[in-house]
DNA sequence: TATTTTTACGAAAACGTTTGCGATATGAGA
DNA sequence: TCTCATATCGCAAACGTTTTCGTAAAAATA
């Protein structure tokens, strides 16, 4: 039934115009030494035989893969759905392919996966950390054989990679205050691990707004979660057992806090009247929930594109230059109606 | 700066341990002809070499990648990222890598991700189609060389491809019926372009549902949208038009049903009392919207693991036996809150 | 002991491309 | 006519692995 085609390579293409696979393997990729004549020759026969260029072989001899891997902690996410975008937008551009590997914010899968393209070859490394990932050890094969890593987002602070990422802690700043500016007085934080970086920002931010505002800062106002759909009821049922009642929840994850607002509603309470909520990543979700919810909103499209640029940079870099080591995109408040109190 | 280190191979192997690279390489496969101490020694010193296998080489000998393409429409729905954990639990197990690539709806993308994958030569194909595919040409190289490809969710009928499916007429009767049940008279079907064949089999279901209880089907109750988040808006809109407003809504798309809903509430419409809402995927916002939305769901999870054994299958068998063409795995409808009407 | 079988390993070709270097032909300049 | 650039192209090695076939030694059999 299926018929396997013998593969014609380019020694078909030299023995069919008598020529020697050399020039045609020159003529192929549009090298300058080849009479025009020759070229038009070659690639007529070449598609007339059906050509197509072993990819592996060519690997193989050039020791380049023209691949960058991408590893992401989630894939169910405007955000990262975004930073692929950009990505899969500077790579095409600049001729290079895109292996994305999915964490599920797993760290060991993220281990494999960073195993497996470094197994592939891939020429460079574009990778955003799962939740519980407590160590960069993994990412260290790519630097010792000189292949370009660069982080995004969910990133490493002592280390000395390239990261793209934004501004947690003024976006932590941010949003408390704004809550502070809509009257609150006792603002919950719901975040995760504050080992990873990104959530420890957010959380100093959140601190030093309080204390700015001459706020008092209590422990027992940061709620450590894991941001899933879960820690949305747990965190409103915490809230609700709270006295006095906090008048205003920062969550730093809008599916969390949609399904954290769902809960507190069900209990009675009304927001963002008794209490005012903000999450984090403009999400879909954002805009279903009821009030729509205040977020930080942050581009990830761009983000995607600044990080494949750099890696494209660097390996187009003979000389080992120093490079830039972090970049910060803006962010921004996004108010909409959760937060907005009646003065 | 970067140290690159040389790459160490099967002969500094061989070298270290007087052996022929091809005994070291049998012996990395743990090839039976090798003498188990012989083994233990290569292990050894691979270890001690820090050796990596060059995949490349490999794959240029074997002329095999031991990686199968999946190529998805979307990646921001719980029903895809399901499915890829499925493809993604069998491949491994069976010793394949994938790659996902990502068509974001467009024809054209695909297009290019389906050639992009038939360079890199990758042994099997796993692909849903995008919104606007209109044939099935760019799939056929890799049917012409013998490359197994397995269509999921949105497929070509007229193909004699493996498809893993489920039964939309039956999804569509059954959400029409339930609406029905609920005393719905004038049922609005919000789907999208009948040409890609999901669409068709829900409004065919739809369509007889209606007729089954002697109701008419009126061609002004279809509205043909783009499934998008302006198209929840749009549907609505036109809803409000009607005169007489109908009573019940199958919206083909959790999203869009959501921001639908939310439009009519807006403008004073109560759900389900005055319109009662249906919507399909069994989505994460079914869950954030108020009320909950009814919606359609099947296993995003199994359907994976079935598309990626029956191409491992494919694979793995040499004669070129007969297979299953049609894989209809079961769906379910899911009642909640946004279309039970008080009898 | 002579012969066959088994066990363990090696030689070398093959996968298809790229590329440094050499070779040939053509025309210009002396 | 001879020399020397210049323009085109070919030779052959290299990339690192896998695998067919063959061989030598050891063990088993006659």
């Avoid at 551009?93 to 994305?100: F, K, L, N, P």
């Avoid at 879909?284 to 929930?289: E, H």
């Amino acid at each position: 039934m299926r018929h396997k085609s013998k593969e014609i390579t380019i020694y078909d293409i030299a023995q069919a115009l008598e020529l020697s696979p050399a020039t045609v393997s020159r003529g192929l990729q549009n090298h300058p030494l080849i009479k025009e004549e020759t070229k038009q020759r070659i690639l007529e026969k070449a598609l007339a035989l059906g050509y197509r260029r072993n990819t592996i072989a060519s690997n193989l001899r050039t020791q380049k893969t023209h691949t960058i891997g991408v590893i992401v902690h989630e894939l169910n996410s405007n955000f990262i759905t975004s930073v692929l975008a950009g990505i899969e937008k500077i790579t095409t551009q600049a001729g290079y392919d895109i292996i994305i590997a999915h964490s599920y914010e797993n760290y060991t899968k993220e281990v494999a996966n960073a195993n497996n393209l470094f197994q592939k070859r891939v020429d460079g490394i574009i990778t955003s950390l799962a939740f519980d990932t407590p160590n960069l050890d993994h990412y260290r094969q790519f630097e010792e054989k000189g292949i370009p890593v660069v982080f995004f987002d969910r990133v490493e602070e002592n280390s000395d990679s390239v990261k793209v990422i934004i501004d947690n802690y003024r976006a932590g700043y941010q949003a408390t205050e704004h809550l502070i500016a809509q009257g609150c007085k006792r603002i919950v934080l719901v975040t995760a691990n504050l080992q990873r970086n990104v959530y420890f920002k957010r959380y100093a931010g959140y601190k030093d707004a309080l204390l700015a505002h001459q706020l008092p800062f209590e422990e027992q106002y940061v709620l450590i979660k894991d941001l899933s759909e879960q820690c949305g009821v747990e965190a409103a049922l915490h809230i609700l057992s709270m006295n006095p009642l906090p008048d205003g929840v920062f969550i730093t994850n809008d599916f969390s806090a949609a399904v954290c607002m769902q809960t507190l509603k069900e209990h009675g309470i009304r927001i963002p009247e008794d209490i005012a909520v903000v999450g984090f990543n403009n999400d879909a979700v954002c805009k279903i929930i009821e009030p729509k919810l205040t977020t930080i909103d942050y581009p990830g499209m761009e983000m995607g594109e600044i990080a494949a640029k750099n890696v494209i940079e660097q390996l187009q870099e003979e000389a080992t230059t120093q490079h830039i080591s972090t970049i910060v995109v803006r962010s921004e408040l996004l108010v909409r109606a959760s937060s907005a109190k009646p003065q």
